[in-house]
């Protein structure tokens, strides 16, 4: 079956530009991740979503970062006026539920550079 | 909070057998995971410890102390497809989401 897809895959925005990042997860997966890397770095949480229940947003990392989960399935996460320290690799997972998050199946990332 | 320490950097050769220590300090720890990244790849899980002992997966085996708040992995038989970055990371009882550790990078050489 098909895995966790991401897009853009490549993103270059401007200094204080907002954008979008997509992530459709495995079909059936009821748990979604979010991660962000940095070169040469782990993998640092972003933000949770299980099912109906509310997001687990511990890890975004200001209030310019929040994300959405639509019909739960499709995410979008957000970031409002991008900083150069935003710049990294962008990873979505999902799991079967949140009970099997030992086990997750992550997308190819999205690359942002921010300018 | 979570924290998670394993070497940054491991080298051997082809055919050998390579160890990959994680140690870790969390608050009501539920098991550790290992995943493998290849350069410019996504993580791909490779293994759980749910209780203590070893787990054998083909060539990795990946083992569990949890009274020594430790964890390694194993790949026997090395080839240079191994060469990779391993993470180690662990679900506690305060978030469904994992604490990766910051990898270790594995080269295997001729």
């Known amino acids: 079956g098909a895995g966790v897809s991401q897009s853009p895959s490549n993103k270059v925005t401007e200094k204080g530009k907002d954008v979008e990042l997509r992530c459709d997860p495995i079909?059936?997966?009821?748990?979604l991740y979010w991660y962000r890397q940095s070169l040469g770095q782990g993998l640092e949480f972003l933000i949770y979503?299980?099912?109906?229940?509310?997001?687990?947003k511990s890890g975004l990392p200001s209030d310019r970062f929040s994300a959405e989960r639509t019909g739960g399935s499709v995410s979008t996460l957000t970031i409002q006026r991008t900083q150069q320290e935003d710049s990294a690799v962008y990873l979505c997972?999902?799991?079967?539920?949140?009970?099997?998050?030992?086990?997750?199946?992550f997308g190819p990332g999205t690359r942002l550079t921010v300018t | 909070g979570q924290s998670l320490e394993q070497p940054s950097e491991v080298t051997a050769v082809e055919g050998a057998i390579v160890q990959i220590n994680c140690t870790y300090q969390?608050?009501?720890?539920?098991?550790l995971s290992w995943y493998q990244q290849h350069d410019g790849g996504a993580p791909t899980f490779l293994s759980y410890n749910g209780l203590d002992g070893l787990e054998e997966t083909g060539r990795f085996s990946s083992f569990l102390s949890r009274s020594d708040s430790y964890g390694y992995l194993l790949l026997q038989e090395l080839q240079m497809k191994d060469s990779a970055s391993y993470f180690c990371?662990?679900?506690?009882?305060?978030?469904?989401?994992?604490?990766f550790g910051s990898g270790t990078r594995l080269q295997v050489q001729p």
């Open positions: 079909s059936g997966h009821t748990a």
């Open positions: 990371a662990v679900r506690d009882a305060g978030r469904r989401a994992l604490t």
């Open positions: 969390t608050s009501g720890f539920y098991g």
């Open positions: 979503f299980q099912g109906n229940s509310a997001p687990d």
């Open positions: 997972a999902s799991s079967l539920d949140g009970g099997s998050s030992y086990e997750q199946y």
